[in-house]
């Protein structure tokens, strides 16, 4: 039993290192640009965040508006009953902005856009495009990773500002029509709540995130070695992983900063 | 003195899963084109693989043009790689560009320089020596696999190497295309010095045209001359692969 527990911990150790010398490399490439391959660089990452951001805005819309009417209804229908109506900004400040915003932006880039970057990156591998590119002399971090990884930073951070504020609109709809809360009330109680360190975070949560899904599922894409049935299941594991850290990740930074 | 443009010193490998050992001393001179043929298993690709910085070898050491590929810095390594048109058994084309993006590709990438109007002319210069020009808008998928492969040796060409490296070229070439190859090849080699390692796995047109044959058997070179002196000497089955 200590034995298995004793592997599994230098397993996830190694996983862990891993991740972390392709995302070092991936940082160094960006800091240190390199003259060659910047046009065909600064393309992959405008074809990433299309794909990563602005083809998720319809997705990311409906799961924040439902989001945000779902806390609502529930916060706004349960703290009157208890006085406590005035609270409802800071229940959405709390559980959208901070917490549920950057994570639930996780999880539906990791369904969209890190699933398909561990299956297209897998797919490569057993082509042999990946051998090909090293031939070309075409850095795989340069030209496949690091652009990967800053189109799904940007993405990650900007769809979950987006998120947050369609959420809170969500909120404010349902406020508005159905609920006893005044909606100066709402929005008083939204803006007393929110505090600059809030959205800061919220944004600190995003590139985290956004930097771990990138590594993740482009480290198991390139994990793929010599066969297609290797690719959905590095994909689920890339799937699996990235749900786990992006999960931990929140989870230490709100007993961190908060408790 | 002409140049090596390739040297293999010495090098040991253990195959794995195999019970023979792979242990070659080959040298090339800048400029000369050598045929590596012999059976499955031989270890025509491990060379190719070796001299393309692939695999590195247990025993020995791998030169290009005087550099190994373990030493100097990432810089240095790229710019002897650029040196090196590589078209392996499997052409490893991007699936998401089409054949003429393929093929720019090493030239968008290191010669930024280069307008896209040049990028165009040199392209499709190869493109259409090649007989790729009708399909250069087709994607990997659409493609057959004589213009897979063909597609695969204008990106290893684009870059103007001093050394290509084929592994099985004329697979999937019909007479005509193969033809057209060895032509290809021909007029850039009367242009300028170009080395060119080449396995083939059955006879072919495109083995006329090398200087000199080398044979394997088991990891090991068992012939080593003149594609007509190998003709002469060579047991029934290295001649095979030559008539």
Not at chain 1, 86 to 92: K, M, Q, V
Not at chain 2, 162 to 180: F, I, N, Q
Not at chain 2, 222 to 242: C, F, Q
């Amino acid at each position: 039993m200590i034995g298995w527990v004793g592997s599994k911990a230098i397993e996830a150790y190694a996983y862990l290192a891993s991740l972390a010398t392709l995302c070092a490399q991936a940082v160094v490439d960006l800091v240190r640009p390199s003259k060659q391959g910047r046009s065909e660089t600064s393309r992959v990452i405008i074809r990433q965040i299309l794909f990563t951001g602005v083809d998720a805005l319809p997705v990311t819309s409906v799961i924040a508006l439902l989001v945000g009417i779902l806390i609502i209804t529930q916060a706004g229908t349960q703290l009157p009953m208890l006085g406590a109506g005035g609270l409802i900004g800071s229940i959405i400040v709390l559980t959208v902005v901070r917490e549920l915003g950057p994570l639930l932006t996780a999880f539906i880039v990791v369904g969209r856009s890190g699933t398909a970057i561990a299956t297209e990156l897998g797919n490569m591998s057993v082509n042999r495009e990946v051998v090909a590119l090293r031939l070309m002399g075409i850095p795989v971090s340069r030209f496949i990773i690091m652009p990967r990884m800053v189109g799904m930073v940007i993405s990650i951070i900007c769809l979950t500002l987006y998120f947050d504020v369609v959420a809170v609109l969500g909120g404010y709809l349902v406020a508005k029509v159905k609920l006893t809360v005044p909606f100066p009330a709402f929005i008083d109680g939204v803006m007393t709540a929110l505090s600059s360190t809030d959205v800061t975070i919220t944004a600190a949560k995003g590139l985290l995130f956004g930097t771990a899904v990138a590594s993740i599922c482009c480290h198991h894409g390139l994990s793929v070695q010599s066969s297609y049935t290797e690719v959905p299941q590095q994909t689920t594991r890339a799937m699996i992983n990235s749900f786990v850290i992006c999960f931990a990740a929140d989870v230490l930074i709100t007993v961190l900063l908060y408790l | 003195m002409s140049r090596q443009a390739v040297v293999l010193e010495r090098v040991r490998m253990d195959l794995v899963g195999r019970s023979t050992i792979f242990a070659v001393d080959l040298q090339i001179t800048d400029g000369e084109w050598l045929l590596l043929v012999g059976p499955s298993g031989s270890g025509k690709s491990l060379i190719l693989e070796l001299a393309a910085g692939l695999v590195t070898p247990d025993e020995g050491r791998v030169l290009l043009f005087g550099k190994s590929w373990a030493d100097g810095s990432e810089d240095q390594r790229t710019a002897l790689r650029l040196q090196v048109g590589t078209a392996l058994q499997r052409p490893g084309l991007l699936s998401n560009m089409t054949l003429f993006n393929n093929v720019a590709l090493p030239l968008r990438y290191h010669r930024s320089a280069l307008t896209n109007r040049d990028i165009e002319e040199t392209v499709n210069n190869h493109l259409d020596r090649l007989g790729l020009l009708s399909a250069k808008d087709r994607f990997p998928a659409e493609a057959t696999a004589g213009e897979l492969r063909r597609a695969a040796i204008a990106r290893a060409m684009v870059m103007d190497p001093r050394l290509l490296l084929l592994d099985d070229p004329a697979e999937g070439l019909d007479v005509d295309m193969t033809g057209r190859l060895c032509r290809y090849l021909e007029e850039v080699r009367a242009g300028r010095p170009l080395a060119i390692m080449m396995t083939l796995r059955c006879w072919s047109p495109l083995g006329e045209g090398a200087d000199r044959v080398v044979a394997l058997r088991d990891g090991h070179i068992v012939m080593d001359g003149s594609p007509s002196a190998l003709r002469e000497a060579a047991d029934a089955e290295i001649k095979r692969y030559l008539t």
